[in-house]
Each structure stands twice: as structure tokens, then as C-alpha cells.
């Protein structure tokens, strides 16, 4: 069980006590329905923000820490699990999950300004084929987001069925839960041994999204 934020809301803008309490809030509805608390968060996924973690604010990581979450699920900044640092003098730190803009279904089948996305099924499927052969190639990690909303039509989830059946033909395959791979890495590469805190060579430029 994941949580995605309350009511799609975008949190950037949000004061740090209230964003506390949207998490909280969104938290115990979840525990409330399912009967499990939700181990992970996916934020709004939107290309323009500045953060590579999706619609995020300055504070969203350190909130989810204290609110008892094993991990974020929108990790842009690698295509492995890695960890995001939310204090550098105490080491403090959010498991991120990888997360791919053009491995989710939304931004292949809802309609743009301009035309329609009625044509892209197959685009999405190519694109799934392509990268999971490059990460399978690689060992790394492959991730998938698929909305009911949009991938749940007849000619859609059977592109999606033809893609699965394709997966089953390769040896060696792990298909976790978020909850169970943010385990195992937790427990095979935790952030106590793992983590190397080392100054960045990142520098802002006019315009960059810093």
C-alpha cells in the first residue's frame, strides 16, 4: 500500500505545518480503508519541477520520515534505488524508488492540447519492449505506472497482456511490491554503509530548474 498525496494536491506551495498534516491526514485515511498502513509515497508526477522527485516541496521528504515512511517513489535523479539526503551533518535520508516519466501510461493515452493520445498504445508498448530490454541487459531496475483510468480499455490491456507474457520469457526476473524491494534494499544497501556524502559539482546556471 502506497499513498499519492491528498487529494492530488500540489504541495510545493504548502506551508511545512500544513503539508504535515496533509500527510498525516492522508496517512490515516489509507490505514483507515485498508487496513495496513501505507509504507510508501508517490508524489504528482509533472516534468516542470524543481525537484527530481516530482511535485515535492523543500520539506516533503524530512515530513515523510517522520511520519514512518520506508521510501518515496518517484526517484528521477537514477535508474536504481537510491537515497535522497534531507540532512547532511546527521546523514538523514528517504529510500527513493526509480520512477520514468515515459514508462507511465498517462503521458502516452490522455489527450494533449493539440490531437489525440487515441493513437499512442502502441508507442507506449515499443517503449516499454525497448527500455526493459536495456535494463534487463543491465540488471537495473524497470518500473511501470499504469492508471486504470487509462490503460483499463480493451485494445490497451492487451497490449499490456501481450507485454507481461513477453516478460515471462526472461530468466532471473524479481517482481517486488514497492514495500518488499524498499526492504531489501534497506537491509542489503542501507544508507549507514552505503550513503557517501560527497560535495556536489552541480552548479546553477541561468534558467536551470535549481
Known amino acids: 500500500i502506497a499513498a ?18 496533509r500527510i498525516v491526514r492522508t496517512t490515516e485515511i489509507l490505514a483507515e480503508i485498508t ?10 508526477p509533472r ?47 528517504m529510500l527513493t524508488l526509480p520512477y520514468y516519466y515515459h514508462f507511465d501510461d498517462q503521458f502516452f493515452l490522455m489527450f494533449p492540447r493539440k490531437g489525440t493520445g487515441l493513437e499512442h498504445p502502441d508507442a507506449l508498448a515499443r517503449n516499454w519492449k525497448a527500455e526493459f530490454d536495456a535494463q534487463y541487459k543491465r540488471g537495473r531496475h524497470f518500473h511501470m505506472t499504469l492508471h486504470p483510468r487509462h ?3 480493451c485494445n490497451r490491456l492487451q497490449l499490456l497482456d501481450e507485454f507481461l507474457s513477453y516478460l515471462r520469457g526472461f530468466p532471473g526476473l524479481w517482481n517486488p511490491t514497492g514495500e ?8 542489503t544497501y542501507p544508507a549507514s554503509t ?4 560527497e560535495p556536489s559539482i552541480w552548479r546553477d546556471y541561468p534558467g536551470s530548474l535549481s
Not at 50 to 60: D, E, H, L, R, V
Not at 61 to 84: E, I, Q
Not at 194 to 197: G, I, N, P, S, V
Request: glycine share 12%.
Open 151 to 153: 490503460i483499463g480499455w
Open 47 to 93: 516534468q516542470g519541477d524543481p525537484f527530481a522527485g516530482g511535485t515535492i516541496s523543500p520539506n516533503t521528504m524530512d515530513l515523510l520520515l517522520d511520519a514512518g515512511y520506508a521510501y518515496m517513489g518517484n526517484g528521477l535523479a537514477d535508474d536504481v534505488p537510491h537515497y535522497w539526503v534531507t540532512d547532511f551533518a546527521s546523514r538523514r535520508a
Open 194 to 197: 552505503y550513503l557517501r556524502l
Open 180 to 187: 518488499e524491494c524498499a526492504r531489501y534494499w534497506l537491509a
Open 35 to 44: 487496513g495496513r498502513r501505507p509504507t510508501g509515497w508517490f508524489s504528482l
Open 4 to 21: 499519492h498525496g491528498f487529494k492530488h494536491e500540489d504541495v510545493s506551495g504548502l506551508e511545512r505545518d500544513v503539508e504535515r498534516e
